[in-house]
């Protein structure tokens, strides 16, 4: 799995950039589907987190978060990434 962190508007502190990698082994059993995982972090009025899914078989996700906490931000859009991981894999066990 390919992993990319972007921050635009602001330099993201590299304690955040560790907790984003910490966190993405809550789907670790899903390295062997994801080619790449893009992760996008801007700062305006509040932080807008976005992710980009890239599934082996084609399939592509964009999920988004805003919050005016990046700490919480990161927790909850890691935790959309987990269902939609869990959702497609059982997708991909139905065919």
């Known amino acids: 799995m390919?992993?990319?962190?972007?921050?635009?508007?602001?330099d993201l502190p590299q304690d955040y950039r560790e907790l984003i990698e910490?966190?993405?082994h809550k789907i670790e059993f899903a390295q062997d589907m994801i080619v790449d995982l893009l992760f996008t972090v801007t700062k305006e009025k509040d932080y807008a987190i976005?992710?980009?899914l890239n599934f082996?078989?084609?399939?592509?996700?964009h999920l988004k978060?805003?919050?005016?906490?990046l700490?919480?931000?990161?927790?909850k859009l890691i935790?959309?990434?987990?269902?939609?991981?869990?959702?497609?894999?059982?997708?991909?066990?139905?065919?």
Do not use: C, M, P, Y
Not at 65 to 69: G, S
Not at 79 to 95: F, L, R, T, Y
């Open 2 to 10: 390919n992993l990319e962190i972007k921050a635009v508007h602001f």
């Open 22 to 24: 910490k966190k993405i």
């Open 50 to 52: 976005e992710a980009q």
């Open 56 to 61: 082996r078989w084609g399939t592509s996700h």
């Open 65 to 69: 978060v805003n919050d005016f906490n």
């Open 71 to 75: 700490r919480d931000g990161i927790e």
């Open 79 to 95: 935790d959309k990434i987990d269902a939609k991981v869990s959702k497609e894999k059982e997708k991909i066990k139905q065919h």
